[in-house]
């Protein structure tokens, strides 16, 4: 079953701009995680956030975490053509190692 | 070595095929995870082991079968699949405790 919704489903913007994801889960989480996928291959792991967490930063990456709304964001500043890809969240609940993804995002950055 | 393997890269297979998915990492990582992925859809969690023990199977049907022969390597034994299991398969690694993933390629598969 699926934790996570995420919005926009899909994000077009121009090289240099900033880019912002959303993240919605349902039920009480350990941690929040993000990963890029490029086009049907594996997936990246981008940045882990505790429960206990609000903000965390990585290069060019911000993620927030509201636990009262249920909700975490990811920035990605100054985009590059190569940030191209599909963004997931995706929620560990402290079920024994089980992340569930969210929806995803597909991100495009033109030249 | 950060590196997630996993081969075949693609697979065709018919619905009476017998066939093996295969999954290795040496990174030390004591979870092991199955995920099936359909097209522009999340992954979809299948199997975990950890410590080499199945510790999670998300219902799974049972013409998909894990095997997890020890702490570097993992399979997915496939028999008697529909054209509905075609999806790309991927495999991930991690440390026990809800820590991040680390992914293979996957491997698509198409059945006919």
């Known amino acids: 079953s699926q934790q996570g919704e995420e919005d926009p489903q899909a994000l077009s913007i121009q090289e240099g701009e900033n880019a912002t994801m959303n993240c919605s889960y349902k039920?009480?989480?350990?941690?929040l995680q993000w990963y890029r996928q490029n086009s049907g291959r594996g997936l990246v792991h981008l940045i882990l956030i505790r429960s206990n967490e609000r903000e965390k930063h990585s290069g060019r990456l911000r993620v927030t975490l509201d636990t009262s709304k249920k909700s975490s964001s990811l920035l990605i500043t100054a985009s590059r053509a190569a940030d191209t890809a599909s963004y997931f969240c995706a929620t560990e609940t402290g079920g024994g190692n089980k992340l569930t993804f969210g929806t995803g995002t597909q991100l495009k950055v033109e030249l | 070595d950060t590196e997630v393997t996993q081969t075949p890269k693609h697979l065709v297979m018919g619905m009476t095929n017998k066939k093996s998915l295969k999954c290795e990492q040496h990174?030390?990582?004591?979870?092991m995870y199955w995920y099936k992925q359909k097209a522009k859809k999340p992954p979809e969690l299948m199997f975990v082991y950890s410590y080499e023990k199945l510790s999670i199977n998300e219902s799974v049907p049972s013409r998909f079968s894990p095997e997890c022969p020890n702490s570097s390597l993992l399979n997915l034994h496939l028999h008697a699949l529909q054209p509905e299991d075609s999806a790309l398969y991927l495999c991930a690694s991690s440390q026990p405790g809800g820590n991040e993933q680390y992914f293979g390629p996957g491997t698509r598969l198409t059945v006919t």
């Open positions: 990174m030390g990582h004591r979870a």
């Open positions: 039920t009480s989480i350990n941690n």
